[in-house]
């Protein structure tokens, strides 16, 4: 089994920055893929940014290098650093594990007002 806990969401205004952390805990593999996902309220959930456990990244287009996902492989820590933050990045952030299993983390609520 593999934990995640999400952290880092809050409130931020448009333009601001928000940097959210998940830390893995459990019986994590070795090759794996972890990422970030979002859900705004009545859509569905949607791919942020991917990264596996060699280190190569994968974002969604609508991002446009707004934000940028990375890991520390020695504290089985991702990251997100959301830069330029706009109101309809207001979502719950999730994080998610994939190996043999996909496992997901409860959430942090990001709200980015104007």
């Known amino acids: 089994q593999v934990q995640l806990v999400e952290s880092g969401g809050g409130l931020a205004q448009a333009g601001g920055s928000l940097r959210l952390s998940c830390v893995a805990s459990g019986s994590i593999p070795s090759f794996n893929i972890m990422g970030w996902y979002r859900q705004a309220p009545g859509k569905q959930r949607e791919s942020v940014a991917v990264?596996?456990?060699?280190?190569?990244?994968n974002y969604a287009d609508f991002l446009k290098g707004r934000f940028t996902i990375s890991r520390d492989s020695a504290k089985n820590t991702v990251y997100l650093q959301m830069n330029s933050l706009k109101p309809e990045d207001t979502a719950v952030y999730y994080c998610?594990?994939?190996?043999?299993?996909?496992?997901w983390g409860q959430g942090t609520q990001v709200t980015v007002s104007l």
């Open positions: 990264i596996s456990s060699g280190g190569e990244t």
């Open positions: 998610q594990l994939t190996s043999y299993h996909t496992y």
